[in-house]
């Protein structure tokens, strides 16, 4: 059977519906690590409050009926069980909490269990897949980097205006993807990743060009002064020069070049838009393209003792110098590409 010929759908289920059908037994679940749902229900935790989790679809075959109810029918996962579990966890733990002898905590509790009805999960949906199919389709996922396309996503993750752009520039990026960007994880561990960044980084990224300032943190809403395709060009843009200092296949690679730092990255994007937010898109990407090109004579290579005269600090069995990921740190790398500018 081929996977081409077979049909596909999106759906959208709230949190609440979720853990209803994994009560019911509606998801065929595949083996997890409990290592990784723990880490995965941990990073929902700790980035509940700000707005910062990004879910990738879940991945499921149906063999039922396409007119019964999306609620009612039974799924196999193809890829997404370690997400669902870390789901399921969460809510386990926040229902243990409601319970707690701490008003603030129960008081929290019922806060989030709110948010379980409030917030959805986007789901890719196959109609029919043989178990043969379906297995092929986990490998590929987990194997050769296959993701669920990102044009269909962005129909499900409109809670932002940054979380849609985001996924704009990722759908259209060759490059980008070629660089690595890692769905899963808020931050990277460099060397070990060689990603070029994460998408939650990436986020922080478009923050930038959206609105002109630096930003240390993704806030909860924006209002962009040009079109969202208009925003996509300038940042793509940005890209095209910035794979200029280092190819894509490398410019992730700690060990080569200082551009796989993020500290690195959130000063070039601020350098290349910085006080340009009332020119035209056609004199920003001009700008742009003009401040990256001055930047082509720096020494990116990590070796590059100048990487030493920032804040940063030593960590690892082997001693590597990590910048420190603050404001002023920033600030002062976009001194320096602007003192190298001229």
């Known amino acids: 059977m081929s996977i081409e010929s077979v049909t596909q759908s999106y759906m959208t289920l709230s949190l609440e519906e979720i853990i209803v ?11 997890s690590y ?21 879910i990738p679809p879940i991945v499921v075959n149906t063999m039922d009926d396409p007119s019964k109810s999306k609620t009612l029918r039974k799924y196999q996962v193809i890829d997404g069980s370690q997400r669902l579990e ?11 909490k409601t319970d707690s002898h701490d008003d603030r905590e129960m008081e929290e509790a019922y806060k989030q269990l709110k948010s379980f009805k409030e917030s959805s999960l986007a789901f890719q949906v196959f109609h029919g897949l043989t178990e043969k199919s379906r297995d092929q389709l986990f490998v590929d996922f987990n194997t050769k980097g296959k993701k669920v396309a990102l044009s269909k996503l962005i129909a499900y993750d ?45 986020r922080l990224i478009v923050t930038v060009f959206l609105i002109g300032e630096l930003k240390m943190d993704v ?12 925003h996509v060009d300038i940042i793509n843009t940005w890209f095209q020069c910035l794979f200029q200092l280092q190819p894509p296949e490398t410019i992730g690679d700690y060990e080569v070049t200082m551009l796989a730092s993020h500290t690195v990255q959130l000063a070039l994007a601020y350098y290349a838009i910085k006080g340009t937010k009332n020119l035209s898109v056609n004199e920003q ?39 420190e990921h603050e404001r002023a740190n920033v600030i002062k790398l976009v001194d320096w590409f602007e003192s190298v500018r001229g």
């Open 86 to 96: 870390a789901i399921r966890l969460l809510h386990q733990t926040i229902m243990n």
């Open 34 to 54: 409990a290592k990784r749902v723990k880490q995965l229900k941990e990073y929902f935790m700790d980035n509940e409050k700000t707005n910062h989790i990004y």
């Open 219 to 230: 806030p909860e809403k924006i209002t962009r002064k040009k079109s969202r395709e208009d």
């Open 21 to 31: 059908m994994m009560k019911n037994h509606q998801f065929e679940l595949r083996d």
């Open 285 to 323: 990407k001009k700008t742009v393209v003009q401040r990256m090109d001055k930047l082509k004579a720096v020494n990116w290579d990590y070796s590059n003792k100048k990487w030493r005269e920032f804040k940063g600090r030593r960590k690892g069995k082997k001693g590597y110098f990590y910048l």
């Open 158 to 202: 409109s809670r932002t205006e940054i979380n849609q752009i985001t996924n704009l520039v990722l759908l259209q990026n060759e490059s980008l993807k070629r660089a690595g960007v890692e769905t899963e994880k808020r931050a990277l561990i460099k060397p070990p990743n060689r990603n070029l960044l994460s998408l939650s980084q990436l």
